[in-house]
């Protein structure tokens, strides 16, 4: 396991000695939360072959967990959408008529699964399978895995994750147990974030939904820095023609946070300067970065900045003339400061 887990608790009531492991698993929570991270590390556990006590982690050196962290373990499966795969005249469960192929978990992918299962274990301890997202089954992959649910063997488990498990079938979420991911706690998501020498980028968490794997992401991928050059220009805003020609530049930089992001964040950075002007503490960025005067602003007119950016959020994705789109953005957008 690396480093420490983002959910403690979770994973000692499920690692806890007296509790059975039921098996079906229901991994729900929004993106971010370590979801997949505490998946991947409760199916070494159940796959090493080294005696271990309540809330251990696997051990990392037998030949199970060697063959787990190589990505050949005979009797671990995961099962994720296959890309590659043309779309099958099924509808998906919760998306009927908008039909986005390379997102399903296709029919044979359970089938395939089906057989490992009815063959037996290669190495005589569990068989784990992780299915990611869950989401990605459709209503006939799902009944599938269900049919395979019924006549569950003493040593099969199934981990499903999903961050919109409300769009499950009902008879899928009632036969497995859901384990709800909440944030963690924001000293956890911190040291998460230090052990991998992203300390420096805690600061993002509020922004990010407190999802320490979001921030990390945006890191690694060079989106940050973007994001930083532009809240650096919100809490110092230029001219709003000078700032529109500033931001088309910057999002035709590489990893540019892009159009969307940057009408996001500055509907982000109006909300929390309108909880600054009611007296109410900032949601999405570091209070001593936003302008000190907040209080102090027109409420009316942030408000009103804010409905006026929502509508034009509709054309973030393809604005006829994306110069023009920044424009108008940042004159609406500034104009509570100057009151
Ligand atoms: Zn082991």
């Not at 569950?152 to 199934?158: A, G, I, K």
């Not at 931001?247 to 909300?271: C, H, N, R, Y």
């Not at 929390?272 to 409420?299: C, E, I, T, W």
Request: glycine share 6%; aromatic share 6%; with cysteine.
């Amino acid at each position: 396991m690396p480093d420490s887990l983002l959910n403690v608790d979770i994973w000692s009531s499920l690692t806890g000695a007296a509790d059975r492991l039921p098996h079906a698993l229901l991994f729900a929570g929004q993106p971010g939360v370590g979801k997949r991270e505490l998946a991947d590390a409760l199916a070494a556990r159940l796959l090493c072959e080294t005696s271990l006590q309540a809330g251990q982690p696997a051990c990392g050196r037998c030949p199970s967990c060697m063959m787990f962290a190589s990505g050949q373990h005979p009797d671990f499966r995961r099962l994720q959408p296959d890309a590659s795969a043309e779309s099958e005249e099924e509808a998906p469960v919760a998306e009927e008529g908008k039909r986005k192929a390379s997102k399903q978990i296709r029919i044979g992918q359970i089938r395939e699964v089906e057989d490992f299962f009815h063959v037996g274990g290669h190495r005589g301890g569990a068989r784990v399978c992780i299915i990611d997202p869950a989401e990605a089954m459709n209503a006939i992959t799902a009944n599938a895995l269900l049919k395979i649910l019924e006549e569950p063997s003493v040593s099969l488990y199934f981990i499903m994750i999903s961050h919109r498990w409300h769009r499950l079938l009902p008879t899928l979420l009632s036969r497995s147990r859901r384990v709800m991911f909440g944030h963690p706690a924001e000293e956890q998501a911190k040291r998460w974030l230090a052990e991998r020498k992203l300390a420096e980028h805690a600061k993002w968490l509020p922004f990010f939904g407190h999802a320490p794997l979001e921030v990390a992401d945006a890191a690694k991928s060079g989106r940050l820095k973007a994001l930083d050059a532009l809240v650096a220009d919100l809490f110092k805003p230029a001219d709003p023609l000078a700032q529109a020609a500033r931001w088309e530049a910057l999002i035709k930089a590489d990893a540019s946070p892009g159009m969307e992001d940057l009408v996001l964040t500055v509907q982000k950075w109006l909300f929390d300067l309108s909880r600054l002007a009611v007296g109410m503490p900032a949601r999405y960025f570091p209070q001593a970065a936003l302008p000190r005067q907040a209080h102090k602003l027109s409420l009316p007119a942030l408000l009103q900045a804010q409905r006026q950016i929502g509508q034009l959020r509709a054309w973030a994705g393809h604005p006829l003339n994306p110069r023009l789109f920044l424009e108008d953005l940042c004159l609406r957008a500034f104009k509570p400061l100057k009151t």
